[in-house]
Nanobody
Framework: QVQLVESGGGLVQAGESLRLSCAAS????????MAWYRQAPGKEREFVAA????????DYANSVKGRFTISRDNAKNTVYLQMNSLKPEDTAVYYC??????????????WGQGTQVTVSS
């Protein structure tokens, strides 16, 4: 089992920045990918960004490219999402996702409890 604890959400004005953190803990897991998703009121959860744990390869939704940066600290099992130039449409609950597993191992997905990000215009 993996537990994910997110932090860093809040209320900011358009154009400002926030940094989200997600720390993973548990016993005997092999981290494969960590990602951020978000869900705005009345909308489905959508992909924001992901990072592969071994190589650090990243992927972003088109809507956040150039504004958001995902990074990781392998030693701390923590992933970060630096969000710059925030827009009102970025307002959502942001969820951390962790996928564990690898060659010869089962893959499992875990989710954090979510952290609210509100951007005022």
């Amino acid at each position: 089992q993996v537990q994910l604890v997110e932090s860093g959400g809040g209320l900011v004005q358009a154009g400002e920045s926030l940094r989200l953190s997600c720390a993973a803990s548990g016993s005997s897991f092999t981290m494969n990918v960590m990602a951020w998703y978000r869900q705005a009121p009345g909308k489905e959860r959508e992909f924001v960004a992901a990072i592969s744990w071994s190589l650090g390869a990243t992927d972003y939704a088109n809507s956040v490219k150039g504004r958001f940066t995902i990074s990781r600290d392998n030693a701390k099992n923590t992933v970060y999402l630096q969000m710059n130039s925030l827009k009102p449409e970025d307002t959502a609950v942001y969820y951390c996702n962790a996928r564990t597993g690898g060659p010869g191992l089962n893959f499992n997905d875990y989710w954090g409890q979510g952290t609210q990000v509100t951007v005022s215009s």
